[in-house]
């Protein structure tokens, strides 16, 4: 959409607004005006007590319609009924002023000095408005509040309806826990255990080869001539060193050793995995679907064409 059509359609859907925002004056209110600047003050003074009796008035028109027939009665010399419209008016409005350069000044005066018997009474009525604005200022804080939490509630709702719950079965092997290494360990989800008996076994298992392949190091050969019945012949022989004795002990037991200490820790984590065995794990988690993209915004589009006659216009829209 072009933002010269768009601007217009904001100025459109605006205008509606601005115009109902305003409160509608009431056309008598207009037409006594008028009447009290041409200085019929009788007519304005009689019509607008009886438009006041009628009620249903907004306080802004009632303020003007007591200024009005006040000053109309003020300009007839009738200074009971410019008092009694005056107080009615000050009543609504305690800190009315009349304009000095539109009213004479006696009637300023006139005015004045009613506010100054009223003093007290005024005060009363400021009091009152200010705890009226008060309550409806905590009014207008708490239905926001209200709004707010109702906002945030749909939003929760909303997001809930969008979560779905997963649940993945898992089964594992029975076999698996006899495999060496933490084999029934990592099956398990057990990592740090099973890290461990990897480790422990896989450390022995080294030592015992080693040892192994030390102890065969240390065998000799040698040809020997024997005595035989048929007569001295020469045999092979293996053997080690008495000075290697020691050292050989050393590497049988750490052979053998080694190689018991790795089936004792095999054993261990096969009977650690068996207690621990399951042969189905359910995992559950909430998912949250994604949000169904908006769809795609109108388009809009102006078309202009040589006719025979001049040229056309033509406007698209799509959507």
């Known amino acids: ?4 059509l768009r601007l217009l359609l904001l100025l459109g859907l605006l205008a509606p607004a601005t115009v109902f925002a305003e409160e509608p004056v009431d056309e008598e209110v207009t037409t006594l005006r008028a009447s009290y600047e041409y200085g019929r003050y009788a007519e304005v003074l009689e019509r607008a007590g009886m438009r006041i009796d009628r009620g249903r008035l907004a306080d802004k028109d009632l303020v003007e319609l007591h200024k009005l027939a006040g000053l109309s009665a003020f300009h007839l010399n009738r200074t009971e009924d410019s008092t009694r419209h005056f107080r009615a008016l000050l009543r609504l409005e305690p800190d009315f002023n009349l304009d000095p350069f539109a009213v004479p000044p006696p009637a300023v005066q006139h005015l ?9 009474e005024l005060e009363l009525v400021r009091q009152e408005r200010r705890l009226r604005v008060e309550r409806e200022r905590t009014e207008l804080e708490r239905r926001e509040r209200e709004r707010v939490a109702a906002e945030e509630q749909r939003r929760r709702v909303e997001a809930l309806s969008r979560q779905v719950t997963v649940r993945q079965v898992e089964t594992r092997s029975f076999l698996v826990n006899f495999v060496p290494f933490g084999a029934g360990q990592f099956q398990q989800g057990r990592t740090g255990l099973g890290t461990l008996f990897a480790a422990s076994q896989g450390v022995l298992a080294v ?4 040892s192994f392949f030390a102890y065969d190091s240390l065998i000799e050969t040698a040809d020997v001539t024997v005595d035989d019945v048929r007569g001295p012949r020469d045999v092979t022989v293996s053997y080690i060193p008495t000075a290697r ?4 002990e050393v590497w049988t037991g750490l052979k053998w050793g080694s190689a018991a200490g790795f089936y004792a820790v095999y054993a261990a984590g096969v009977l650690d995995a068996l207690l621990h065995h399951q042969d189905q794990v359910v995992h559950t988690r909430i ?3 994604p949000t169904t993209p908006d769809p795609a915004a109108p388009r809009a589009s102006l078309h202009l064409y040589p006719t025979s006659g001049g ?5 698209t829209l799509s959507f």
């Open 1 to 4: 959409m072009s933002r010269c």
């Open 112 to 120: 004045d000095s009613i506010r100054e018997q009223m003093s007290a």
């Open 287 to 289: 998912e949250t679907q």
């Open 207 to 210: 030592t015992s080869i080693i």
């Open 245 to 248: 004795k020691r050292e050989a």
């Open 311 to 315: 040229a056309g216009a033509g406007f």
